[in-house]
């Protein structure tokens, strides 16, 4: 089990940082994860713009971090590289698909680590490993350098084992970047097949947290899911359809799989969902209109065990309508151990987001016995 493809030893003094392997550092390949990738990758000759600018606040890049193959995954195994242990539970999966970057948090062998969010990838590692992670607004962080998984909703945010180290995260990538406001109304999002349990674990932060809560009911969800397949299932074909056809053996059989069902989605469906996206928008941003932030738990359930490869509900049920919408969606834990919580924010509301973080983490920590 390797939670790293490549480490390495960058002097200095700022902040140790792990760059998930699909975002380009200067001077060294990029995988993806994928054997496929990594027979033809030459060395990078520039630095992602995310990767630069953390250089230029200080950071010290402590390696490529290993993540589900071809970013196309939820549970963070990988047949090729192997699998990051999980810091909570080494037999639960560590989350996918920035595993490596939130297991080195997680075990703390980076200060911050960089993961992409397409439908949870930066979320759901970080509620399996128990630390915190910010997807970003849809377009907020540039993306350049960041090798593709589905363009219109892919997202570079940061993971931390605290908010604090979130806010560094977020500085690293945006340099000026501050929280700021205070939380006073909070809408609580319910759905359908989530675990009692985790849902009671949202229920006991809200209520000791003593803002107002207002049951949001989000008529379009339903319609975002299927829209989200759609998208991805088009735009990850396009992306990643010659790594499949060029090298069959060289690329897993669960992603090679879900790569060539998108050949399936047409371009009337394609052109639907794009509707049914901007829809959704308009949906969430009247929802905004009557309250701050959104709350919801981050997974369906607990963080699966290694033995079970296909999880039901899937683990991005709660996350990837999100970013069909390009929203901002905080993960962090509850006070359950390996439960955590959700929390969405109107578009370029990270601001908000990690302010709220922030209180709600003291309320966690008061909650703990």
């Given at each position: 089990m390797s939670?790293?493809?490549?480490?390495?030893?960058?002097?200095g003094e700022g902040p140790r940082l792990a760059v998930?392997?699909?975002?380009?550092?200067?001077g060294v390949p990029t995988t993806i994860g994928c054997a496929a990738v990594a027979d033809r990758a030459q060395p990078a000759a520039i630095d992602a713009d995310c990767v630069a600018t953390a250089r230029a606040g200080g950071a010290r890049i402590v390696g490529k971090s290993n993540l589900h193959e071809l970013c196309y995954g939820v549970t963070g195994i990988n047949r090729w590289y192997g699998t990051p242990v999980n810091p909570l539970d080494s037999t639960l999966v560590p989350g996918g698909s920035s595993s490596g970057s939130a297991a080195a948090v997680g075990a703390e062998e980076a200060d911050i680590g960089y993961g992409t969010d397409t439908g949870g990838s930066v979320r759901i590692p970080a509620a399996c490993c128990g630390i915190a992670g910010l997807k970003t607004t849809w377009g907020r962080i540039s993306i350049e350098g960041v090798w593709p998984l589905s363009p219109t909703l892919d997202t570079v945010g940061p993971l931390a084992r605290d908010i604090a180290g979130v806010v560094t995260g977020m500085q690293l990538m945006e340099p000026g970047f501050d929280p700021s406001g205070a939380i006073t109304t909070v809408g609580r999002v319910r759905r359908p097949g989530a675990d009692p349990d985790v849902e009671a674990a949202v229920d006991e932060v809200l209520a000791a947290w003593g803002v107002d809560v207002i049951d949001i009911v989000l008529d379009g969800w339903a319609a975002a899911d299927t829209a989200f397949e759609q998208i991805i299932g088009a735009e990850a074909y396009a992306a990643d359809r010659h790594w499949v056809e060029d090298s069959p053996?060289?690329?897993?059989?669960?992603?090679?799989?879900?790569?060539?069902?998108?050949?399936?989605?047409?371009?009337?469906?394609?052109?639907?969902?794009?509707?049914?996206?901007?829809?959704?928008?308009?949906?969430?941003?009247?929802?905004?209109?009557?309250?701050?932030?959104?709350?919801?738990?981050?997974?369906?359930?607990?963080?699966?065990?290694?033995?079970?490869?296909?999880?039901?509900?899937?683990?991005?049920?709660?996350?990837?309508?999100?970013?069909?919408?390009?929203?901002?969606?905080?993960?962090?834990?509850?006070?359950?151990?390996?439960?955590?919580?959700?929390?969405?924010?109107?578009?370029?509301?990270?601001?908000?987001?990690?302010?709220?973080?922030?209180?709600?983490?003291?309320?966690?920590q008061s909650l703990r016995p």
């Open positions: 939670t790293w493809i490549v480490r390495l030893d960058e002097p998930k392997d699909v975002i380009d550092v200067a053996d060289r690329v897993g059989e669960l992603v090679t799989r879900r790569i060539l069902e998108g050949a399936a989605v047409s371009a009337t469906q394609l052109a639907a969902a794009r509707i049914v996206r901007q829809r959704w928008q308009q949906e969430l941003a009247v929802v905004f209109d009557r309250v701050q932030i959104l709350a919801l738990p981050t997974l369906p359930g607990p963080a699966p065990s290694l033995g079970l490869v296909g999880p039901r509900p899937p683990l991005n049920q709660l996350t990837r309508t999100f970013n069909v919408s390009g929203s901002p969606a905080l993960s962090l834990p509850s006070a359950n151990r390996g439960t955590s919580l959700q929390l969405v924010g109107p578009l370029h509301g990270e601001e908000l987001l990690c302010a709220a973080g922030a209180e709600v983490e003291r309320v966690v």
